[in-house]
């Protein structure tokens, strides 16, 4: 988990009940959600799929985490706003909450009072996409407060191309410069009004491209990302290694359809425990891959990711949530709030 603020990265989610909220623009006034609970591996399956209870589950886990830590996780209220604006047909207020709080620390971040400078470059990043992100699907122009930030990123790229990403020990997304580098990728490539073509970004994106050349993806998760970035941005993938991503992760599918996150890495995470390429599959390893195989062309209708479909249609779980065993803590599993978000994407896609 990255930071937006000041606070600690660790401790439990308090349990707590999300407030009546009136969407404004539409009139409709939201009902009063309890917060899901602790997310366990043995939490019932739901009756049936309901991608409508997905979305209440994650207002509330990503509001929570927003209000309670004052910060922007890359577990849950990022992926969060990169996935709520799929369900444009059921309006939320705790999504422009959530959007609120990343825009102002922007317009913060040079005020020059205390808490208000950006603790980490990560945080600069992490702001600066997950805003671009949430144009690119919301009103498909750039926010002039997202323009800032993305700004800012290029300002920080160290002379290799990358960044001094946030690094805990914590696999697949706290854990090395290289996520960091393919993060901004995909949000750059993503954002509207053609950014990417304007000269910051394209002098960023050269040494980006010479970052990406010299270093290969350390995972297969990593890897899968740069695929999804090579369909946004030019150079970064040859045709050939973009087909040979494909076809191992194909591979990776396991036998009821799904695909898990311990299998896309070789990690150790932050209890020591090492992950284990027979895990079961999961809400954020089927998501996340049957979502970038779409994103790279692959047909809704083709054959595995159908399967991918079926499996995330009969694993959701009663709180509307899709479980992920965390790699690093055998107890929080906050990446389960990250997988939600994916299997909403790929659900979407596949329609």
Known sequence: MFTIGVFSHGGSMVTRIVLLAMVVSGGLVEAADPKPGKTRADEPLAKSMSLDRAASYLDVVATDWTEQRKCGACHTNVPYLMARPALKDKPSSQEQSVRRFFEQRVTHWDRGQKGDAPRWDTEVLVTGVTLAFHDARTTGKLHATTRQALDRIWRLQGKNGAWNWLKCDWPPMEHDDYFGAVFVAVGVGIAPDNYAQTEAAQAGLKRL??????????????????????????????????????????????????WSLASLGDWTGNDGRKSDP??????????????????????????????????????????????????????????????????LLALKECE
């Open 209 to 258: 491209q010479a970052y990406f050349d010299k270093t290969p993806p350390p995972s297969l998760h990593h890897q899968a990302w740069l695929l999804w970035a090579s369909q946004k941005v030019d150079g970064l993938m040859t045709p050939q290694q973009q087909q040979k991503t494909i076809a191992t992760l194909r591979a990776k599918q396991r036998e009821d359809g799904g």
């Open 278 to 343: 027979h895990s079961p599959s999961d809400g954020y390893g089927t998501g996340l891959v049957v979502y970038i195989l779409r994103q790279a062309g692959v047909r809704a209708d083709d054959p595995a990711l159908q399967r991918g479909v079926a499996w995330l249609r009969a694993n959701q779980r009663e709180s509307g949530r899709w479980f992920t065993h965390s790699l690093n803590r055998d107890s929080t599993h906050y990446i389960a709030n990250a997988g939600t978000a994916f299997a």
